[in-house]
């Protein structure tokens, strides 16, 4: 099989019946007809950075500086392993790598973007380093730094920005992960004392999985229920010496989570708090406060609406998780594209030599659309972090927009991790036997991002919380609603404004005005447009809300108990989520490719762009099917064009992988990857 | 939610157009009014043991008796590990667990079906034990034994049989996995000294992965090209001490495989051979010999049928790890069901309680599919062990039954694995963060399961198999052929028969007489009638073949040189392979189904049967609307039978995993699972 050459053209072995679009794309200079040799790598490699290009080469230079810790992750026990992620991480601190998201005044970067591009790149190398970073910069410092004030910032930034100060983010419980409001930790103002008194009052509400607190976490910001004089006023944080020279403070036991799965440098642990005295100042007060005398005040009278503000600040995690599982990914497809383009298999093109893997075509549809879908989830990211930067450094104040980050933020988290795992999962069987020796990097892929589908925020309910905004349109009542209130939100007052919205007729003719071909647009439009591809997304999106809103108020209106509504109804919801942040990734990726000059990067990535957009399709094609949105004969047409597709990224798959510029040191077992 | 209770009657919030089988489903009574509070869990475990009860209790017991073995896995350092699982291995086999393959006059049990019963019953624990088991008794004994004669039998079974004698099975090269025949290995005969002479002749021609390799093997079976006399006769089996003493023996390097992602109690490694001399009577010589003076001779003329018959041999390998990984699945789904059973998360039926995890419709629909699937995959296991057993027992001869045989092993082994892939991870994340924590399992049956996708066997490549075996009838020149030779064959002579063969009109013809409904059949059934649904799983696993058959006759007839045509047709047949294993998997469950009496068991049986069938139905629903023998409505109604499925299913959850018999002591944790 030729391997540098565009295939023959050969429509005539894909099934019958023919149509225009495979041939189309195997005929050199039809739209796809890119001049393949002359992929740029540094070009597209620019495109890629954007414009922290500066930032991802110092934490390249910093990850090459310390891939020891590659080795010293397998050969160290466990304690010298977390000892040593800890020093790293300490160093890295000092190159301002990891305080980029800090005001300038007391020591930080204050550039917001800066941070999540330094920590998506972060993720090329050891995961627990990564995971140690997010929790002392991003949950324990964001934490200071959103929720604290002045104060706060005085006391702790500078030395936390550092590593000299490290802390944890003691949010969850045993028995409480993703359902925070129930949190059974509870903190009790005593107005004579002035102070708050903090204690786990039921079994299962000691704090769990928290990062820094079995070995070197001095503080924690601590959540819990506030009471105040008999009153509960919900969840709020408060800083907590949990450590005093390296001995537990008193009245905090604290025990070591033990071996987990990965990540096993970053020291997870588990808090009991037994009455534990902090002074009145300790509450983290950017939004609610307690005074001397034990009045309880804040801005923000809706308790809801208030707890749901202060778990804003964590948008800023989810984006970085989100970015980490996709850099994660890049790591695990360039080895899997690698070993191909060296590993020989059968004769079966000729009997004298065996053919590369990567010209098989199974192997291509394992590895390419995994590919594509890599690349369009890292523009995907670009925007959400782009976002989240300019609601965090102020540029964009609207609540509205807001709300729509947290649900990008939180719909891109779930599916950039989910796609870790499938990729690197992927990337490991199609390197057969090597792919299990642990020096080639799957085994730290596969172990440390395991849990990224699962913390800050479990990605099934993540896309619940992106249903709950599409539902209510990012409504003002939207942040004020537990699960129960927002099925009972839906069936009420606003269904109709929801099946109004989502209208299939409105949506039909704003289709029409998109794609001006009548009623057959969906027949006649050519499966490469990426109008039709992103139309075909819009309306798999808005009939889903329309169908999840309708059978939610045909519950209601029945009489069922709304809990047991919602049950039956969650699969749908979950994925109408889906299809909106599926929608929402294949345009961010479209307003990329169309940002770009013509020339051979922008015809790249057009490639890969209609390999993810048919890709998703072809995935989900039995549901535009049943929808009658999808003729039988275009189905089949869409597999097809993704084999051709998949052949034309063949001859550039290389250079492909080369542009994520991930360091040859991150990839080890480098006589495996050639 | 009522959790003991069947569903109320609710069809309305379903999607229209409501038919009749959603309601059916949920009227108590109908076909599956199971009186499901009845499920006698001793009952249902009988079934599931079968034949082989006492075998399986014996190794539970086995299990409990080394069940500190978990821990040491995590405490011990690598090569303490592998010690102790070499203790564990020989203290096993004392029992007479590990040696039931073996005919009785060397210790043996003389039962291969019971040794299939018991090796994937040592699945519920540590699969480090599992694996050096494998290896002992499957791949380096079953080779003595199958490729060895009396000479060798009475040389070395005894010894190997009680562990007193470790030994290697050496056919992968670093440079050659699924490609046997290009191994680079290389044994001449001396007829001067009568003696072998092994050698890696090339980089990259070292034996790779071998399990008992880097510390404990004494002898391995060496797999080499053998050269006499200066010709080549293709690849042979020699026994080859390889270590004296606990020193590598002379001429041989061995180097340890070092860190893996899983397995660590298992010592695999690297063994090179520099010219090592073995006697005449180091061959294998059951399918062939060299005399004395140096005459090749052998029963099986065509070098390519012998080296199938001598790979047949690999079979009872397959199969091993096929139920190997569905056991592992038991384990996996087991606490993920009991943690749902336990953990509540958000309020959403009252305001006072929160929800089971179990009571959420999403949660139902990741795990009750893969708990069905589970079930369907150990009756079809059941079926190829008995067929496995009766071909080496003796009881079948005929060629073309084995090779059906080695067929169904390879797709079972590839739907297996992956299935044990899957439900691990998808019961990983359905515990949430405690699912990540080393102590519940889920960190070794991730690590640990991993490879058996790879190992005996890529899954592609078995799938490969299992579709040539189909393409070409099982031919008796099936075994004589590679890949190329498989594309000139399909595409040559036989390519009309097969087109015969799985002509759609016969096959029309046939699910007439199977569904006596008339042209309407795929309309009219009932979804729930298993005859629908297996005609529905023939008629695509027909079209597909006929479907592959053509295009590459299509492709070799314009002259694409067939290595090529192939490549791009993979995808096809790989999808035909599946479809094909898919339809063995639920007649399997069908058949057990079938043979048992009236009662709760059945009851719950058929259930799970309708939820896998109706799952496999679903996920490649676009393929039968594509192909016109599904209608959208129809489509739809399977959705929502498979969600009314899983509400029948959720009363019984927790005795169909009881039914297992997984012993508690492999859960651990168990206050995570309660």
């Known amino acids: ?267 997870n642990g588990k808090l009991w708090f037994d009455g534990v005295r902090v002074p009145r100042e300790a509450l983290l007060n950017r939004f609610a406060d307690v005074s001397e005398d034990g009045t309880y005040s804040s801005d923000i009278e809706n308790p809801n609406r208030r707890f749901f503000t202060m778990l804003g600040t964590l948008v800023q995690g989810r984006v970085c998780v989100g970015g980490a599982g996709i850099n994660a990914s890049k790591v695990a497809i360039a080895i899997a594209v690698r070993y191909a383009l060296k590993r020989r298999q059968f004769e079966a093109t000729s009997p004298d030599q065996e053919d590369l893997l990567l010209d098989y075509g199974q192997h291509q549809r394992r590895l390419f659309p995994l590919l594509a879908q890599t690349y369009a989830l890292h523009f995907a990211q670009e925007v959400v972090a782009q976002q989240c930067h300019e609601v965090f450094s102020g540029e964009r104040t609207d609540e509205k927009f807001r709300r729509e980050l947290e649900s990008r933020a939180a719909g891109t988290k779930a599916l950039g991790t989910w796609h870790a795992t499938r990729t690197i999962q992927e990337s490991r069987e199609a390197c057969g036997g090597a792919g299990y020796i642990a020096e080639n990097r799957f085994a730290a892929l596969k172990a440390d991002t395991d849990v990224f589908t699962t913390f800050e925020g479990d990605n099934t309910v993540l896309l619940q919380l992106v249903a709950k905004g599409l539902l209510t349109d990012y409504s003002s009542e939207f942040e004020e609603m537990d699960q129960l209130g927002m099925v009972r939100f839906v069936t009420g007052l606003a269904v109709e404004t929801v099946v109004e919205k989502t209208n299939v007729h409105k949506l039909l003719e704003r289709v029409r005005d998109l794609l001006p071909g009548g009623e057959q647009w969906d027949q006649e439009a050519g499966i490469l447009d990426t109008d039709y591809q992103l139309a075909m997304l819009r309306f798999r999106e808005e009939h889903m809300l329309a169908g999840v809103a309708r059978r939610l108020k045909r519950g209601i209106d029945q009489g069922m108990n709304p809990g047991q509504v919602f049950s039956r109804v969650q699969d749908h919801v979950i994925h109408a989520a889906r299809a909106h942040v599926e929608r929402l990734v294949v345009e961010a990726f479209a307003d990329k490719v169309a940002s770009l000059e013509d020339g051979s990067t922008k015809a790249a990535l057009g490639l890969l762009l209609d390999l993810h957009a048919l890709s998703v399709i072809e995935a989900d094609r039995a549901w535009w099917m049943e929808h009658g949105r999808l003729t039988t004969a275009r189905s089949k047409e869409i597999s097809r064009a993704i084999n051709s597709l998949c052949r034309r990224v063949r001859p550039v798959a290389r250079e492909l992988v080369d542009a994520f510029g991930v360091p040859e040191e991150m990839l080890r077992a480098r006589d495996l990857v050639g």
Chains 1, 2 share one sequence.
Request: net charge negative.
């Open 1 to 267: 099989m030729a391997t540098d050459t565009a295939p023959p053209t050969d429509p005539a072995i894909e099934s019958a019946p023919e149509t225009g679009a495979a041939e189309q794309l195997e005929r050199p200079g039809g739209r796809h007809g890119l001049p393949q040799a002359e992929v740029d790598v540094a070009a597209l490699r620019a495109v890629l950075d954007g414009r922290y290009a500066e930032v991802r080469d110092l934490v390249r230079h910093n990850l090459v500086e310390y891939s020891s810790i590659l080795d010293e992750a397998e050969t160290l026990d466990r304690d010298a392993y977390r000892g040593r992620v800890k020093e790293v991480l300490v160093e890295m601190a000092a190159t301002g790598q990891t305080g980029m998201g800090f005001p300038e005044s007391y020591g930080g970067g204050g550039d917001v973007g800066a941070s999540f591009a330094a920590f998506e790149t972060l993720a090329f190398g050891d995961l627990s380093v990564l995971v140690k970073t997010g929790v002392q910069f991003g949950l324990f410092g964001g934490a200071i730094l959103h929720l604290g004030t002045e104060r706060h910032h005085e006391r702790y930034l500078e030395d936390l920005i550092t590593g000299k100060l490290l802390g944890c983010f003691a949010m969850t419980e045993t028995g409480h992960g993703s359902n925070v409001q129930a949190l059974g930790t509870v903190a009790t103002y005593d107005a004579e004392a002035r102070e708050f008194v903090i204690t786990t009052t039921e079994p299962d509400a000691n704090k769990d999985y928290i990062g820094n607190a079995a070995a070197h976490g001095e503080l924690a910001v601590v959540f819990a229920n506030l009471e105040v004089a008999g009153e509960r006023h919900g969840v709020h944080a408060f800083v907590v010496p949990i450590r005093v020279e390296g001995e537990p403070a008193p009245g905090v036991r604290i025990e070591d989570d033990g071996l987990k799965i990965g990540l096993n440098g970053v020291d």
